[in-house]
């Protein structure tokens, strides 16, 4: 019996299979992303909002300048000392079930802000009576929103170690760094509508603490802490991550303190970033009740410029990121990359606000705090790059270390500005005057940031006495 194929099966061409697009990665890891940035986005979409509904709430809650200094700062200082334990628990437990937990906590607090009414303590002849009950209650309240947001971005970081490569962590770190300042750009326009909407600021809180809750729904059912778990992501998507790095999966072993503590590194990151802190919270805080009692404006203009400052601050960031890797791909020379990149915007930072304070057309004004924001945000890839070179597999821990070091800054910011207006007000100053002085320290602190820079060596580990491998690209 014949073994031969019939002709026609003979000549017929061999079937055709698809191995290229088998090969291809998928894009689950952008998908990742999307969610980072959507997070990013609503954080700063819920801690911006309150900068526009500050004048009402202050005279709501019967709430002074010095005291609403403190309002401003209760948030800080939750965020500066929950941030290192919850970075280290993403570290530990993973960054899915911590994200969960800070979203829909920080949620709750947004709509809780809004449900606090003025009440005095005490009877007539108590020891408590005048004692003004609702200032205390909203800075719990913030204090309790900070505990929230605590470790956001130490997660954030960590989970962008973990689903890209190093030699794309630049971008993607820039691009959710700059959604975040959308939402701080977004927040006042949409706040300044549904204040205006409904007439009172208290829906508005209502309304931005629900969108985190569907962020968080969405993220914890779709997202997974490993890439190679993901049931959406095939081998050449996980080769691919898994390009030019080792392995930073979950962290069981304990941080090196004995290295850490000593590193010049990470005392000169974290005063950087108290630099950089001090301005975005002395914005976030008092730029639109400036506009308003230094210049006159009123209605939506103080929302529209805030969110003006914000979008170049988003933009700053965005370049950024791509200036940042640029750098490096053309020099080779990560170190002098950023220390260069870094220095020239803080310059930059510190020459617009002097300007600010002394331009009379308020256009300009704000033209320049606007210029001055987005020098600020120019180089916080850098910081986060480096940032993250230097943690080894403790980003989430360490990365909340050094970011909340800058809690100095962050913390003291309203609560300066709230005095030093108040002590020029009373000193006879009005307008411009009682504002505009202030803008001179926040000035120096940018010229300090610049010396800092100087000496940090994004190439010299915290966790290791060897040096970060040269080999690893703009992250």
């Given at each position: 019996?014949?073994t031969?194929?019939?002709?026609?099966?003979?000549?017929?061409?061999?079937p055709?299979?698809?191995?290229?697009?088998?090969?291809?990665?998928?894009?689950v890891?952008?998908?990742?992303?999307?969610?980072?940035?959507?997070?990013?986005?609503?954080?700063?979409?819920?801690?911006?909002?309150?900068?526009?509904?500050?004048?009402?709430?202050?005279?709501?809650?019967?709430?002074?300048k010095?005291?609403?200094?403190?309002?401003?700062?209760?948030?800080?200082?939750?965020?500066?000392?929950?941030?290192?334990?919850?970075?280290h628990?993403?570290?530990?437990y993973?960054?899915?079930?911590?994200?969960?937990?800070?979203?829909?906590?920080?949620?709750?607090?947004?709509?809780?802000?809004?449900?606090?009414f003025?009440?005095?303590?005490?009877?007539?002849?108590?020891?408590?009576?005048?004692?003004?009950?609702?200032?205390?209650?909203?800075?719990?309240?913030?204090?309790?929103?900070?505990?929230?947001?605590?470790?956001?971005?130490p997660?954030?970081?960590r989970?962008?170690?973990?689903?890209?490569?190093?030699?794309?962590?630049?971008?993607?770190?820039?691009?959710?760094?700059?959604?975040?300042?959308?939402?701080?750009?977004?927040?006042?326009?949409v706040?300044?509508?549904?204040?205006?909407?409904?007439?009172?600021?208290?829906?508005?809180f209502?309304?931005?603490g629900?969108v985190?809750?569907?962020?968080a729904?969405?993220?914890?059912?779709?997202?997974?802490?490993?890439?190679?778990?993901?049931?959406?992501?095939?081998?050449?998507?996980?080769s691919?991550?898994?390009?030019?790095?080792?392995?930073?999966?979950?962290?069981?072993?304990?941080?090196?303190w004995?290295?850490?503590l000593?590193?010049?590194?990470?005392?000169?990151?974290?005063?950087?970033?108290?630099?950089?802190?001090?301005?975005?919270?002395?914005l976030?805080?008092?730029?639109?009740?400036?506009?308003?009692?230094?210049?006159?404006?009123?209605?939506?203009?103080?929302?529209?410029?805030?969110?003006?400052?914000?979008?170049?601050g988003?933009?700053?960031?965005?370049?950024?990121?791509?200036?940042?890797?640029?750098?490096?791909?053309?020099?080779?020379?990560?170190v002098l990359?950023?220390?260069?990149?870094?220095?020239?915007?803080?310059?930059?930072?510190?020459?617009?606000?002097?300007?600010?304070?002394?331009l009379?057309?308020?256009?300009?004004?704000v033209?320049c705090?606007?210029?001055?924001?987005?020098?600020?945000?120019?180089?916080?890839?850098?910081?986060w790059?480096?940032?993250?070179?230097?943690?080894?597999?403790?980003?989430?821990?360490?990365?909340?270390?050094?970011?909340?070091?800058?809690?100095?800054g962050?913390?003291?910011?309203?609560?300066?500005?709230?005095?030093?207006?108040?002590?020029?007000k009373?000193?006879?100053?009005?307008?411009?005057?009682?504002?505009?002085?202030?803008?001179?320290?926040?000035?120096?602190?940018?010229?300090?940031?610049?010396?800092?820079?100087?000496?940090?060596?994004?190439?010299?580990?915290?966790?290791?006495?060897?040096?970060?491998?040269?080999?690893?690209?703009?992250?």
């Amino acid at each position: 019996m014949s073994t031969r194929h019939p002709d026609h099966l003979a000549s017929s061409p061999p079937p055709v299979f698809d191995l290229e697009g088998s090969r291809r990665p998928t894009m689950v890891r952008f998908g990742v992303l999307g969610y980072m940035a959507a997070l990013a986005f609503v954080m700063y979409l819920d801690r911006v909002c309150i900068s526009v509904a500050a004048t009402s709430m202050q005279n709501d809650l019967h709430i002074g300048k010095p005291m609403w200094g403190y309002v401003a700062s209760s948030f800080t200082l939750a965020y500066t000392l929950f941030e290192v334990i919850t970075g280290h628990w993403g570290d530990r437990y993973g960054s899915r079930g911590i994200l969960l937990r800070i979203v829909l906590w920080w949620s709750a607090f947004t709509m809780l802000t809004g449900c606090v009414f003025h009440f005095t303590l005490g009877g007539s002849g108590s020891w408590l009576a005048g004692i003004n009950a609702s200032f205390l209650v909203l800075c719990l309240v913030r204090f309790l929103f900070g505990v929230g947001e605590a470790g956001a971005f130490p997660n954030v970081a960590r989970v962008v170690s973990v689903w890209f490569p190093p030699a794309s962590r630049g971008r993607a770190q820039g691009f959710v760094t700059t959604c975040s300042l959308i939402g701080g750009a977004t927040a006042p326009m949409v706040a300044a509508y549904i204040i205006e909407l409904t007439g009172s600021w208290r829906m508005m809180f209502i309304v931005f603490g629900l969108v985190g809750v569907v962020w968080a729904i969405a993220f914890y059912a779709w997202f997974r802490d490993d890439p190679a778990t993901h049931p959406s992501v095939n081998d050449a998507e996980r080769s691919l991550i898994a390009q030019g790095r080792t392995s930073q999966s979950v962290a069981h072993h304990a941080v090196p303190w004995d290295l850490v503590l000593p590193s010049a590194n990470l005392w000169l990151m974290g005063g950087i970033m108290g630099c950089g802190s001090a301005v975005f919270y002395m914005l976030i805080s008092w730029y639109p009740n400036y506009l308003e009692e230094a210049h006159g404006l009123k209605g939506k203009l103080p929302g529209f410029f805030m969110s003006l400052v914000m979008a170049g601050g988003a933009t700053g960031c965005f370049s950024g990121g791509w200036l940042s890797d640029w750098l490096i791909r053309t020099t080779g020379e990560r170190v002098l990359s950023r220390r260069i990149q870094a220095c020239l915007a803080y310059a930059g930072a510190g020459t617009a606000l002097v300007l600010a304070a002394q331009l009379h057309d308020y256009r300009l004004s704000v033209l320049c705090i606007t210029l001055a924001y987005f020098f600020v945000q120019l180089q916080i890839p850098c910081w986060w790059g480096t940032v993250t070179d230097i943690s080894g597999s403790h980003v989430g821990a360490l990365f909340g270390l050094m970011n909340s070091l800058g809690a100095l800054g962050a913390i003291s910011s309203p609560i300066f500005m709230g005095y030093y207006v108040e002590h020029l007000k009373q000193a006879g100053a009005v307008g411009r005057a009682q504002w505009d002085p202030a803008f001179y320290p926040y000035a120096g602190l940018m010229f300090l940031a610049c010396v800092f820079w100087l000496f940090v060596n994004p190439a010299r580990s915290l966790v290791t006495r060897a040096r970060v491998s040269k080999d690893v690209e703009a992250v």
